[in-house]
T-cell receptor, first 108, second 114 residues
Framework: GMPVEQNPPALSLYEGADSGLRCNFS?????VQWFQQNHRGRLITLFY???GTKENGRLKSTFNSKERYSTLHIKDAQLEDSGTYFC??????????FGTGTKLQVVP | DAAVTQKPRYLIKMKGQEAEMKCIPE?????VFWYQQKQSKELKFLIY????????QIDMVKERFSAVCPSSSLCSLGIRTCEAEDSALYLC????????????FGEGSRLIVV
């Protein structure tokens, strides 16, 4: 199967709602990075994790290398959170493999 | 985010023409990666340079592309003979210290082959 499976492929949230995205890895990864891709195509780094949990404002991400998954949680969704979210994971010495993306739409 | 610069932002080529895209990595970064993205779907790895040397690349790049990083401050990705399937957003990223470290991306070069 795919080395990185990302779910859900699409998500629609009302403003103020909370939700989560998940990436499962077919093999042990050493690090994961989460990105938001804006309408111009630029990938903005949200988190880089080698282990554990990080929080930044309304966003929180967890990486469990042993259990082979990572999550991105969005709290109190805002209109500007709309976009496509990608996880990318790497093992040492290899390039980052990207998930298939989650297209998030936040509606009023 | 770090400043990775890509040029041009857009290019339109006819089938059979050559295309070239340039990337200026973030200063001090030793690893450069190129990815191809079609229709906002997942990013497809193309090639990875470490200290200006290609360390990994997919077969398609070996066969039809030309990619070099002649200096730590400029890399390029070329397509020798454009095909319709090459229409995509080409994203360059760089990182410190090699693969597995934080990636910083440019805005991409959008290629349309007609």
């Amino acid at each position: 199967g795919m080395p990185v499976e990302q779910n859900p492929p699409a998500l629609s949230l009302y403003e103020g709602a909370d939700s989560g995205l998940r990436c499962n890895f077919s093999t042990t990864m050493k690090s994961v990075q989460w990105f938001q891709q804006n309408h111009r195509g630029r990938l903005i780094t949200l988190f880089y994790l080698a282990q554990g949990t990080k929080e930044n404002g309304r966003l929180k991400s967890t990486f469990n290398s042993k259990e082979r998954y990572s999550t991105l949680h969005i709290k109190d969704a805002q209109l500007e959170d709309s976009g496509t979210y990608f996880c990318a994971a790497a093992n040492s010495g290899t390039y980052q493999r990207f998930g298939t993306g989650t297209k998030l739409q936040v509606v009023p | 985010d770090a400043a990775v610069t890509q040029k041009p932002r857009y290019l339109i080529k006819m089938k059979g023409q050559e295309a070239e895209m340039k990337c200026i990595p973030e200063k001090g970064h030793t690893a450069v990666f190129w990815y191809q993205q079609k229709q906002s779907k997942e990013l497809k790895f193309l090639i990875y340079f470490q200290n200006q040397q290609p360390l990994d690349q997919i077969d398609m790049v070996k066969e039809r592309f030309s990619a070099v990083c002649p200096s730590s401050s400029l890399c390029s990705l070329g397509i020798r003979t454009c095909e319709a399937e090459d229409s995509a957003l080409y994203l360059c990223s760089s990182s410190q210290g090699g693969s597995g470290n934080t990636l910083y991306f440019g805005e991409g070069s959008r290629l349309i082959v007609v």
